[in-house]
């Protein structure tokens, strides 16, 4: 059975850099074509990808937001950790992470996701 | 950046189709996904399209759901709407850039 689960502050302030965690059960990031995304919903908003770590550690990062995230995965831990520097109320939303299908063809697929994180930036 | 336009909302009749466009440049040449999303959850994968297994559904979605991509416009289909079908409808692929990109989601409501 997979499960994925968000973990992390609620609230930070603006400035901040926010750490969240993402534990999963189920399977291993260790092979082909397993992966694991990040992706955020401001309240009421769409879908925003951030960034996908691949079974390699090869990374990928949404262009608009890529100097202010850093992504890495601890397999024998089962996690992967989302950083994101310079927190503003605009960041402000649920932040899910997603395992993801990627054999470096077509497109990737997020076929499990957490319940998400409601993170909030508030002074 | 590529951009994926899809309508904000759309409003079926119980047991009527709905379709859903996911408008892109010459989006019929790649691989699109689509996800459902209802109110306070995470969103769901319903069909995706892979070389191998084209316009496949994960286990427990039902055949209702079908896609197509060609040309400028991929479609989301879901045959005898249901009210539990009413949710938002996402739609996904990956940019020549190598980024995910996603629609902006078009809201179903089921009348």
């Known amino acids: 059975q997979v499960t994925l689960r968000e973990s992390g502050p609620a609230l930070v302030k603006p400035t901040q850099t926010l750490t969240l965690t993402c534990s999963f059960s189920?399977?291993?990031?260790?092979?082909?074509?397993?992966?694991m995304s990040w992706v955020r919903q401001p309240p009421g908003k769409a879908l925003e990808w951030l960034a996908l770590?691949?079974?390699?550690?090869?990374?990928y990062y949404n262009p608009s937001l890529k100097t202010r995230l850093t992504i890495s995965k601890d397999t024998s831990k089962n996690q992967v950790v989302l950083t994101v520097t310079n927190m503003e109320p605009v960041d402000t939303g649920t932040y899910f992470c997603?395992?993801?299908?990627?054999?470096?063809?077509?497109?990737?697929?997020?076929?499990?996701w957490g319940q998400g994180a409601l993170v909030t930036v508030s002074s | 950046s590529y951009v994926l336009t899809q309508p904000p909302s759309l409003s079926v009749a119980p047991g009527k189709t709905a379709t859903i466009t996911c408008g892109g440049d010459?989006?019929?040449?790649?691989?699109v996904h689509w996800y459902q999303q209802k109110p306070g959850q995470a969103p769901v994968l319903v069909i995706y399209?892979?070389?191998?297994?084209?316009?496949d559904r994960p286990s427990g979605i039902p055949e209702r759901f079908t896609g197509s991509n060609s040309g400028n416009t991929a479609t989301l289909s879901i045959s005898r709407v249901a009210a539990g079908d009413e949710a938002d409808y996402y739609c996904?692929?990956?940019?020549?850039?190598?980024?995910?990109?996603f629609g902006g989601g078009t809201k179903l409501t089921v009348l």
């Open positions: 399209y892979d070389r191998d297994r084209p316009w």
């Open positions: 996904q692929v990956w940019d020549s850039s190598s980024q995910v990109v």
């Open positions: 770590i691949d079974w390699d550690d090869d990374t």
């Open positions: 010459n989006i019929g040449s790649k691989s």
């Open positions: 997603a395992r993801t299908h990627y054999l470096g063809l077509g497109t990737p697929k997020f076929d499990y």
């Open positions: 189920g399977f291993s990031l260790k092979t082909s074509p397993m992966c």
